[in-house]
């Protein structure tokens, strides 16, 4: 009967590791979400991991491959070991990660251009503004009413309500 184990892999290998560990017949699993960031002042939707550096995997220790074996596999540090044995992931927990699909809104949380946002805290705080556009991954360029004139400010993210 397959076991569920987590291994911990090189920073941004999880790919690498799982490529190599399926030529094995190692069945693995990481879950994935869609997110937004701006990269290149362009905003771009991108595949992330959702636990960065670790990996499910899916093996019978009576059959193989041997952990010594999965451990050499490139792009794979280690198990994630309490104790001196590798740690036995619950198979429910595995279920539940692989029936629930994770709604993508919820990690693209800035506005359409031309939206209206409240300013919650910083100098323009309790501003209405109009959205521009991402100005980085913490900044926004926003459009405030100041003296009858709109003026363009950079606002950090956490301080705008969107």
């Known amino acids: 009967m397959k076991e569920w184990y987590l291994l911990y892999c090189k920073r941004g290998e999880q790919k690498r590791a799982s490529a190599h560990l399926e030529n094995q017949h190692v069945e693995c699993y990481y879950p994935e979400i ?3 960031k701006v990269l290149r002042g362009k905003r771009q939707r991108l595949q992330e991991p959702l636990f960065p550096s670790y990996i499910f995997i899916a093996i019978e220790p ?3 491959p041997s952990f010594t074996t999965i451990r050499s596999t ?3 540090v280690d198990f994630v070991r309490f104790g001196a044995q590798p740690y036995k992931v619950p ?3 595995i279920e539940h990660l692989q029936s ?3 709604d993508e ?3 693209s949380n800035t506005p359409e251009s031309g939206q209206m946002v409240h300013i919650t805290s910083g100098q323009f705080s309790g501003f209405d503004a109009i959205y521009q556009e991402a100005d980085g991954e913490k900044r926004s360029i926003l459009l405030i009413t100041l003296i ?3 003026v363009k400010v950079k606002i950090e ?3 705008v309500d969107w």
């Open 34 to 36: 869609e997110i937004e």
């Open 62 to 64: 009576e059959k193989g």
């Open 74 to 76: 490139r792009g794979v």
């Open 91 to 93: 198979k429910s927990l």
């Open 100 to 102: 629930h699909q994770i």
């Open 105 to 107: 809104s919820d990690y």
């Open 148 to 150: 009858n004139q709109k």
């Open 157 to 159: 993210n956490t301080d």
